[in-house]
């Protein structure tokens, strides 16, 4: 069992994964 995550830790995952969603290069035109 993982330990649990503190707030900062969740969003900054959140915000990691928006971004590679954002800037994937096969999107880009």
């Known amino acids: 069992m993982e330990p649990r995550k503190s707030f ?3 969003e900054q995952e959140m915000l990691t994964d ?3 969603i954002l800037f994937r290069p096969d ?3």
Do not use: K, N
Request: no cysteine.
């Open 27 to 29: 999107i880009i035109p």
């Open 8 to 10: 900062g830790d969740v």
């Open 18 to 20: 928006l971004a590679q």
